[in-house]
């Protein structure tokens, strides 16, 4: 029986304050006709001018694509491929929050290797072609694509998110900047800082966790315990922010190794179906799948206890997995994360769709890496205790 794990990461990591002025070195090394991905909310703030700057600083000119959502679909990947094409782009920039990245990755991939990103889900056919160099800019703290070899994006003819994971989405290089997250708003750095827990915790209690990653989800749930809500209540706090960046990058390569679990795994159907933001869904979810799957995670999750509370860490570990929970639910109250109901999804419309959100769930591989593996039953009736799930 093999017991070797394998680790895969981006070639090349730059990070810290400013590390955006290395954008021009990065892109001339890579190519010399160059895509910019991104959304309009970058235009507005002015990320995407200080990218474009820093390549007209060594003669680079980008031509652009800036329509992408906060839920990539199929359609922004098609027009943003035929941008790419049409111009011959030879490396590709994103810049933005996960969507953009995620969007931005499926298009590095399908220039070289043809069809449509499903024909690639669950590895229906084969990507033989290296892909356009990816340079992955995040400016929120919380998704981790930068550092994933995962992709994820909405089918908008059946409304599924299709997530394809292979060593070709793997970012050529990763910018990561504290700087770029100072503007993120309260409700987008709550989301994300979330999105970071999920992955961090689900690597550390997935049935694929390995040392490499365990030691990387680790730090960066205690880097998010300890920053995240001061980010979120004064987004200026440069300290914090940077500590958010280092735990998503770390969160990000520990789950693109290990894998997320369930509350990925039923979080992709709700932001498909009804279009909650990624991180908001995740949140919704956490406590419940956590209180659903302790008892085969006692150990571990203990850990995460001592990690948010090292002041009671004399309890037993019983004691401290229900010490985690408690503590992710007071983060997520103390960043204003409401239920599915109070988010306003109605009431008929979600029983109606739960019984495909369940199939779709467990279509995507994630819920088998649970230490507790649901059955569609169990799915479903988690489903209907998260809509109006309290956090108190």
């Known amino acids: 029986m093999n017991t070797f794990s394998t680790f895969q990461l981006p070639q090349q990591v730059i990070y810290g304050h400013h590390a955006l002025t290395q954008l021009g070195l990065q892109t001339t090394r890579l190519g010399r006709t160059a895509l910019l991905i991104s959304d309009r909310i970058m235009v507005k703030i002015g990320t995407v001018q200080q990218c474009q700057q820093h390549l007209e600083e060594v003669g680079i000119v980008p031509v652009c694509y800036l329509d992408v959502n906060s839920e990539p679909t199929d359609f922004h990947v098609s027009e943003a491929l035929a941008v790419c094409l049409e111009h011959q782009c030879d490396v590709i920039i994103a810049v933005g929050g996960g969507s953009c990245i995620d969007a931005a990755k499926a298009v590095s991939v399908l220039a070289t290797n043809g069809g449509q990103l499903g024909d690639y889900v669950g590895g229906k056919a084969v990507l033989s072609a290296p892909p356009i160099p990816l340079i992955a800019i995040p400016t929120t703290a ?13 089918n908008t003819l059946n409304d599924v998110k299709m997530m394809v994971k292979h060593a070709a989405f793997l970012p050529s290089v990763a910018i990561v900047d504290p700087m770029l997250t100072v503007s993120t708003p309260q409700s987008v750095t709550a989301a994300t800082g979330i999105d ?12 694929k966790a390995q040392p490499m990653t365990d030691q990387l989800a680790l730090s960066a749930i205690a880097l998010i315990s300890q920053n995240l809500r001061k980010a979120y209540t004064d987004g200026s706090d440069l300290e914090a922010r940077e500590q958010m960046a280092l735990a998503s990058m770390q969160a990000g390569a520990a789950f693109s190794n290990a894998s997320v679990t369930l509350v990925h795994g039923m979080s992709r159907p709700i932001g498909a179906i009804f279009h909650v933001p990624h991180g908001i869904s995740n949140a919704m979810l956490l406590p419940a799948i956590l209180e659903f799957s302790k008892d085969r995670a ?24 229900d010490v985690a929970i408690q503590e992710v639910k007071r983060l997520c109250k103390d960043l204003q994360i409401t239920n599915l109901e109070s988010w306003g999804i109605d009431k008929l419309k979600f029983r109606e769709a739960v ?25 479903i009736e988690l489903y ?5 799930y309290s956090f108190s």
């Open 142 to 154: 919380g998704t981790g694509s930068e550092m994933t070899n995962v992709t994820v994006i909405i």
């Open 384 to 388: 209907h205790t998260c809509y109006s």
């Open 196 to 207: 970071a827990l999920c992955h961090a915790i689900e690597a550390y209690i997935s049935r």
């Open 298 to 321: 006692i150990e571990r999750l203990a850990v995460v206890g001592r990690l948010f509370r090292p002041d009671l860490s004399q309890l037993s570990d019983q004691e401290m997995v």
């Open 355 to 379: 019984s495909k959100m369940a199939v779709d769930a467990l279509a995507s591989g994630s819920p088998g890496n649970n230490p507790r593996v649901p059955t569609v039953e169990e799915m």
